[in-house]
Each structure stands twice: as structure tokens, then as C-alpha cells.
């Protein structure tokens, strides 16, 4: 069962050397530069620098929503963009997001929450929001913990399995991928099985309908209300869970309370939320079958601890 | 789940990706009805209609506001029976209950509770002995609410509230009071009861307005009292066959909605006739000049159903009851082409939810000109 390593997203940096007041004004202490730079950097105090090559890097999306505000309903889910489903399937890989702004904290938590290895190249404007948030991830509590997931998902490696795989994890169905059927999970899928037909996966937003359907809401160790925005990473073992959560709108717009809803009993937790020091859990309730509490607002990416 | 809750509906939640013709609804309440009060309360089958041509002035659009003080005062005790009007309020209010008056925004400013019927029953409830600090005049929407300015016209230390003072936040909710269902495969299958109505109400007057509905063929007592008081309802008309037949009388009778319900006052000045909720269109407004009182949400909204339906007629639309997809389309400015499939049985439904009498013959109508 692979463990999730908590690693520390970098600043991939192409300028020159006497940028470094600005980096160093931002809060940015780490980096990785093009080799052909790395020399000039290396004399730089209180930075330090190592090269790195995109090229050997995949370049991810930036994760973000699209409100498809040309699509008039108030209940339309909005369109996430998120790149989880391609940590799942390489966990090994070597990333890099290229973002402006605000985004950039966004990547480094989506990174981060994955356990993916990954740079984050920004602009100007993103390097005082990614360095705050670097230095929020390394605040956080980095045990590792191994994934909670309801599903093993049987990966075919086609592009149509991974679409599924990005809709069950922007729906929040946690699934972990499996080379054949094992009881550890409550279901196992695979597109082309009888009750996910490979016609299907035209629509994967119907594949993971079905397997959700065949799941049920009941056995999800995790459901959020209250927000479509919102993705959680569920990890934990012996009487402990680490709940991630991330607002893909975090970079203009913060959601106002999310109501949260785990499996398991769970008396005691710990809250930490990037950007806002003194936020609590409310309404928190710890039943047999559940917990339940509400986050009054999540503006990117927090982080909860709980245990028995 | 906390076990304390009294969990009125177990069931699987259906989950599909395709509106389901008949949802499966779970509701989760720790609140219990609350003896004979509420709905459909002590005059099931009642209505009261008072009509003054001069109530409001159609080209204007100015309500003549001694003309609705008298409206409510023979209204309610005609109601009652009451020789005075206090005595009849006091049938309904107490002087120690926290009273909540749930007006309708959702066509403001254009078409909403009057804010001068809001604050004649306002002032009603002062009369009675309840401190104006004890009243809140609520809605979902900060914006809409914000728009009508009652304010200006309410009592001196009335409160004025809306549950999501930032769009679809979920503050202002119970997050240990909703109905569950699943329509269409939706990932947030929980509509949650306004905060304020489980924590702090005892009582709610509800004051609707004589609205056509796109989904649920009429907006009246029973869509104010359910979409109005609960959270993430708009996914049930998300496509053009709704379910708001069977959704509106369910969280209607939910507790402790049902039982706080004392007395529904719907404000029949202005009215729409088309393209409800809403009101962009001018052409589709009408002056009713009526107000009408009652318990029972059911033969109230039964009323209306005629009401939008005879003027509709008089417009030469199609019924309120037209299911023809040729009648189906965006552009609703025709008064022809609506864009959803209208319910009004939603009406009917919530009698068989046992909110009220749906029977016109034995519905008891008390109509008065003033």
C-alpha cells in the first residue's frame, strides 16, 4: 500500500539572478533553475537554488473552475479543472505547473495534497501567494498516512479510463487504482465490464454516475455539501484521518462553509486552513456511523486532523 | 447522524444520472409536530378574500396604505370571527413568541411582499404585546431582500434577515435539519432548513405574493413556505420536467416547518401571470388588489391557482395545466412558450400530505369588497 509522501512543491524559476530581491521580498527561500543558470544562483545568499529541466517534467493544467456562464442554470455544475487523476495514475511522475497569479498557491496545495512531485512556474504576481502557501504545506503535518479509498479502480491505461478516474475525483469517489478485483475495497470497476460498458465512457460523467449508483452515498467514507468546488483527499489508518481540502476557485473567490461528513467516529480533531488562523470546525457532531462538521470558509486549502 | 434526531423517512437515495419521476425523500429533523398548530391549523378549508379597488393604484403602481391596514384588520377577524382585531391575532401570536414574517423577493423590487402589508403585520404584532425585537422579517437572498427597503417601513427594532448573506453560503442553514433526495445524480443531495427558523422562530406568518411559476405552475403559500425556508432547491427544475409536484409539499411538511406556520397572509396587490418567479417583463404583471387569509396553505394556493389561471384565459395563453411540449421553449417572453413543464398539482400533492384541503367544493371562501 503506497504511503502518501507529503512533498514540498518548488518554485521553477527562469530569471536571471538579480530577481532574487523580489523573490526573496515574496518569501521564497527555494528554487529550481534552468542548469544554465544555476551557477549565477548559486552565489545568491539566503536562496537556495538547484537545476531542474522542464523538459523531463509533464506540464500540467492549471487547476481552476469554469463557471460555463454561457450555460444559464443556476444548478449547472460548474467544471472543474482539476489534475488529480493524473497523480493517481503516475505517482512516480516528474510535474510542473505553469500559472500567474494567485493560481500558483492553488497548484502548490493540489500538488501537495496528491503527494506529487511537482514545480510550480509562476509570474511576478504569483510568487508572494506561492510562497505564503509553501510555507502554510510546511507547516502541515507530513506523517504519512496511506489513502482511504471506497473504490479500486481497474486502470486500462486508455485515455477514456482516465476521464473516469478525473470525474470520480473532482465528485469526490475515492478510488485507488488496482491491477485486478480486491476485497479491500467496497467496489471494483473497470470500463469495458458489464456494468460499465466501454459506450458509456463517451459521457464519463456517466461511468462515474454508475459506479457512484453502485457504491452508494451511504459507503462513501466522504461527502461534502455545500460546495461543487471543493475536493477532498482522504488518507488515515489506526483510529486517525487526514482530510485534505481544496477550493479550485480559491485564486479569486473563497467558499462560504462547507458541511463535511466522514465515516467513522471520530470525537477529536484539529484544524489547520491556509490564510486563516483561528478558523474552527462548527456543528461538529461524532456519531457512531459518522462525523459531521462544517468549515465556516475554506479560501484554498486546509487541512484535518481526525482521531478517536 | 445524531441519534437524538427524529428520523421521520428512512430510504435508499436514488441516484441516477436522469431525473427520477418519483424521488425517494429522507428527512432528518430533531423536531416533532407541535400539537393541533400549524398547518393545516384551526380553519382547514377556509379562505378569506378582501378586495379593494383603490388598495393599489395600477398606473402608478403606489399602494394606498390606510386602505391595507383596513385589508388586514377585516381580513383577519373575518377569519377569526373576531370583533376585534387584536383579539384575532392574538388567536395565532403570543406576546412571548419570536415571530417570523417570511415575505417573498424573488421578483423584487418589481413584485415582492408588499412592504407595506409586511408592515401592517408588523404593527399587528406589536399591538398584540410582541416586541418588535421578537420580530424578523426573513427571506433566503440578502440581495433581493436588500432591495425592497422594508426598513423604512417596519417598526422601530424589527429585524430584518436573509439566510445567505453571500450567495449559497451555507451559514445561514441547519446543517442537523434537511431533506435528502437525489433528482438527476446531483452530488449534494441535502436541502437544509433556514438557521434562523429552527434556532429562533416559534411562529411564522407567511406572506406570499399571487405569482404564475415556470416549474411549479404557481408560486403561492406552500413554494414560500418550502423554497423559501430551505437551501439547494433549485436543482428540482434543473430540466424541463421538474420535480416540484412532489418536492414543494414535502419540505412544506417538514417539521418544525409545519408546525411554525401559524397564519399565511398572501399579498394578492401586484400579481404576474407569466414567467414567474421573476418580473422582467411588464407586460406580464396584473393588479389583483386582493389579500388573502387563512391557515390552510392549500386552499389558499388552490385560490390562486384560479386566479393566475382566469387571467391567463383573459390573456389567451395556454393553461397553467398545458403539458404540450410544442408549449416548451426559451423564449418565454411569448406567453405561450414557458421553459419547463408547469406542476400545480404540487398543490394538490401537499393535501395528501395532509397541509390542507384541495377540494373546491369543499373549500369555504369568504370574499369581501371593502
Not at chain 1, 523531463?56 to 481552476?64: E, G, N, S
Not at chain 2, 411564522?204 to 437551501?231: D, R
Not at chain 2, 432547491?233 to 416540484?244: A, C, G, I, L, P
Not at chain 2, 391557482?305 to 382566469?310: H, K, P, Q, S, W
Amino acid at each position: 500500500m503506497l504511503l502518501l509522501l507529503a512533498a514540498l512543491p518548488t518554485l521553477f524559476w527562469d530569471g536571471a539572478a538579480d530577481t532574487a530581491p523580489a523573490l526573496r521580498e515574496a518569501g521564497i527561500r527555494q528554487i529550481q533553475v534552468p542548469a544554465a543558470r544555476l551557477a549565477e544562483w548559486k552565489n545568491v545568499p539566503d536562496i537556495s537554488a538547484e537545476a531542474a529541466d522542464l523538459q523531463r517534467a509533464v506540464k500540467l493544467l492549471a487547476p481552476t473552475v469554469n463557471y460555463r456562464m454561457d450555460q444559464a442554470s443556476a444548478s449547472r455544475a460548474p467544471w472543474l479543472i482539476s489534475n488529480g487523476w493524473k497523480f493517481l495514475r503516475q505517482p512516480k511522475g516528474r510535474w510542473y505547473y505553469d500559472v500567474p497569479g494567485r493560481q500558483s498557491a492553488i497548484a502548490a496545495a493540489e500538488a501537495f495534497s496528491f503527494g506529487a512531485n511537482a514545480m510550480v512556474r509562476t509570474d511576478a504576481a504569483g510568487l508572494k501567494p506561492l510562497a505564503e502557501m509553501l510555507e502554510f504545506l510546511g507547516s502541515v503535518n507530513t506523517d504519512p498516512l496511506p489513502p482511504i479509498a471506497d473504490i479500486g479502480f481497474i486502470d486500462d491505461g486508455s485515455s477514456a479510463a482516465g476521464e473516469v478516474m478525473n470525474m470520480m475525483v473532482r465528485d469526490n469517489l475515492l478510488f485507488e487504482i488496482v491491477a485486478k478485483p480486491d476485497p479491500r475495497f467496497k467496489l471494483t470497476a473497470r470500463l469495458g465490464a458489464k456494468e460499465y460498458p466501454l459506450a458509456d465512457a463517451k459521457n464519463p460523467g456517466v461511468v462515474a454516475h454508475a459506479i457512484r449508483g453502485n457504491l452508494t452515498d451511504e459507503k462513501r467514507s466522504v461527502r461534502i455539501y455545500g460546495s461543487p468546488v471543493v475536493v477532498v483527499r482522504l488518507t488515515g489508518s489506526g483510529g486517525k484521518v487526514r482530510l485534505q481540502l481544496l477550493n479550485y476557485t480559491g485564486a479569486t473567490r473563497n467558499v462560504d462553509g462547507i458541511r463535511v461528513r466522514v465515516l467513522g467516529q471520530y470525537p477529536q480533531h484539529q484544524l489547520a486552513a491556509a490564510d486563516s488562523p483561528g478558523l474552527e470546525l462548527v456543528d461538529y457532531s461524532a456519531e457512531p456511523d459518522a462525523t459531521e462538521f462544517t468549515l465556516t470558509q475554506l479560501k484554498t486549502y486546509a487541512v484535518i486532523d481526525l482521531s478517536r | 447522524m445524531d441519534r437524538r434526531f427524529f428520523l421521520q423517512v428512512a430510504a435508499a437515495t436514488p441516484l441516477l444520472g436522469n431525473p427520477v419521476d418519483e424521488p425517494v425523500y429522507r428527512r432528518v429533523t430533531r423536531f416533532q409536530p407541535v400539537g393541533a398548530q400549524g398547518m393545516p391549523g384551526p380553519y382547514p378549508g377556509q379562505v378569506v378574500r378582501v378586495h379593494s379597488e383603490g388598495a393599489i393604484d395600477a398606473a402608478s403602481d403606489k399602494v394606498h396604505r390606510d386602505l391595507v391596514k383596513q385589508m388586514l384588520a377585516t381580513g383577519i377577524k373575518a377569519l377569526t370571527g373576531d370583533a376585534r382585531t387584536e383579539d384575532a391575532w392574538a388567536r395565532f401570536i403570543s406576546p412571548s413568541d419570536v415571530v417570523g414574517i417570511k415575505v417573498n423577493c424573488s421578483g423584487a423590487p418589481r413584485i415582492c411582499s408588499s412592504p407595506e402589508v409586511v408592515a401592517g403585520i408588523a404593527e399587528n404584532l406589536v399591538a398584540i404585546g410582541v416586541p418588535a425585537k421578537q420580530i424578523y422579517v426573513y427571506e433566503r437572498f440578502d440581495n433581493q431582500l436588500q432591495s425592497v427597503g422594508y426598513g423604512k417601513y417596519l417598526p422601530t427594532g424589527v429585524n430584518i434577515q436573509a439566510a445567505e448573506a453571500s450567495r449559497r453560503s451555507i451559514m445561514g442553514y441547519d446543517p442537523r435539519t434537511y431533506v435528502e433526495t437525489s433528482f438527476f445524480g446531483e452530488d449534494d443531495t441535502r436541502s437544509n432548513l433556514v438557521r434562523l427558523v429552527s434556532e429562533t422562530l416559534t411562529k411564522i406568518v407567511n406572506v406570499p405574493n399571487t405569482k404564475e411559476h415556470q416549474a411549479a405552475g404557481i408560486t403561492g403559500c406552500l413554494k414560500n413556505i418550502a423554497y423559501g425556508n430551505f437551501s439547494n432547491v433549485d436543482r428540482s427544475h434543473r430540466y424541463e420536467k421538474t420535480n416540484t409536484l412532489s418536492f414543494i409539499g414535502t419540505l412544506a411538511a417538514t417539521e418544525p416547518v409545519r408546525s411554525r406556520v401559524v397564519l399565511n397572509v398572501m399579498d394578492g396587490l401586484r400579481g404576474v401571470w407569466h414567467a414567474g418567479p421573476f418580473s422582467e417583463h411588464a407586460k406580464f404583471r396584473f393588479y389583483p388588489k386582493l389579500l388573502m387569509f387563512g391557515t390552510d396553505p392549500v386552499a389558499m394556493d388552490r385560490q390562486l391557482i384560479d386566479l393566475i389561471e382566469a387571467k391567463r384565459k383573459a390573456e389567451s395563453a395556454v393553461s397553467l395545466w398545458d403539458r404540450s411540449p410544442k408549449h416548451i421553449g426559451r423564449d418565454n417572453t411569448d406567453p405561450n412558450i414557458n421553459h419547463y413543464i408547469r406542476e400545480p398539482g404540487h398543490v394538490e400533492y401537499a393535501s395528501k400530505l395532509g397541509l390542507g384541503v384541495y377540494d373546491a367544493a369543499k373549500i369555504k371562501l369568504k370574499a369581501i369588497e371593502l
